[in-house]
């Protein structure tokens, strides 16, 4: 990627032009996005989303070359947006019959200004694994088997406008990913964090450690398994509903057990521990809490609270202090297992 298409999608990320962002961060629907390039493309789409509404992308040369299956495609229920050259949208528009907003992002100066010329927003085009709240894109060809894994997570695939709390981008946005991609993904790579959040209400990752740090009761050398929470999940999931939260956090401890006994990398691991401010909940859970020493203590306080202004989040923890809480292995598994 060159520096011009970096900074465009940059500007596009923080809202440059209305550009959308995605929806609420704890909902389980996910904007789905389909490209689609030609009438077959069209016909496959079509046939796979049967009862599953979705955001179409159409070019306004298909809307020429194939205006039954535009027409069928809004009859059946799909929002239509728009990709390549934007000068036919009003054609796309008149064969559709709906009006179309909405156009995927191009890596241009001059192409985006012709976005807005037309008043269209822009529409970027991800792909990846579905998160709460996202836009992610799938070929016609590969909607069948990804709706299929989609909806075994707990996920609910539909177009964006009917997405929860959809958006746009704002500069927040932006530095929220270069966190994420400067601290937290450098953090997960060096120390080997497995991600245990696939399913729309996972909140748990799981760190294996060749060592037990203290204040743990343990000899130094003894392998452990750290948990860590997706921060961003976790406030999502709490801006809509505590109890919620809560739930997912219990479910996801089974995650966690689960990795245990089939994850080679932590087949050692002789204890299970997190530090923590959200240790109440823990504790409940048949945790035993341990204080931090003083520095150490601010020290991970500073951490938690850069985190929550890197996640916008505006609501306090119950707990001031980190605490470590922890369970021996077997005690773990006995529980959750």
Do not use: C
């Amino acid at each position: 990627m060159n520096a011009r298409t970096f900074m465009i999608r940059a500007a596009l990320r923080a809202g440059a032009g209305g550009a959308w962002h995605g929806g609420h961060p704890g909902a389980p629907q996910v904007a789905l996005l389909v490209p689609v390039a030609d009438a077959g493309q069209l016909q496959v789409a079509l046939s796979a989303l049967t009862g599953t509404p979705a955001t179409l992308l159409l070019s306004a040369a298909l809307a020429r070359l194939d205006p039954q299956g535009v027409r069928a495609a809004a009859q059946a229920g799909h929002e239509l947006a728009g990709q390549g050259d934007p000068e036919g949208v009003a054609l796309l528009e008149a064969v559709a019959g709906q009006a179309v907003t909405s156009w995927a992002a191009p890596d241009s100066v001059p192409a985006l200004r012709g976005l807005l010329t037309h008043g269209l927003r822009p529409l970027p085009l991800p792909a990846g694994p579905p998160e709460p709240g996202a836009l992610r894109t799938v070929a016609p060809g590969d909607l069948g088997a990804t709706l299929t894994a989609w909806r075994a997570l707990g996920y609910r695939p539909v177009p964006l406008r009917d997405l929860p709390g959809a958006r746009a981008g704002t500069p927040r946005d932006l530095l929220t990913d270069l966190y994420v991609r400067v601290v937290e993904d450098r953090y997960a790579r060096s120390q080997g964090v497995i991600d245990l959040a696939q399913r729309a209400d996972g909140v748990m990752r799981v760190a294996p450690l060749g060592h037990a740090p203290a204040p743990l009761p343990l000899p130094p050398g003894t392998p452990t398994a750290e948990l860590h929470l997706h921060s961003q999940r976790v406030v999502g999931l709490a801006s809509r509903s505590l109890l919620g939260a809560y739930r997912a956090y219990q479910r996801s401890l089974k995650d966690v057990a689960r990795a245990l006994r089939e994850r080679p990398e932590l087949a050692s691991a002789q204890a299970v521990f997190a530090v923590t401010l959200f240790h109440g909940p823990l504790e409940q859970a048949g945790f035993t809490l341990l204080d931090l020493p003083p520095a150490r203590a601010r020290w991970y306080g500073l951490g938690f609270r850069l985190l929550r202004a890197a996640y916008g989040t505006t609501r306090t923890p119950s707990e001031g202090t980190p605490k470590m809480a922890w369970l021996p292995r077997e005690e773990f598994l006995r529980r959750y297992g």
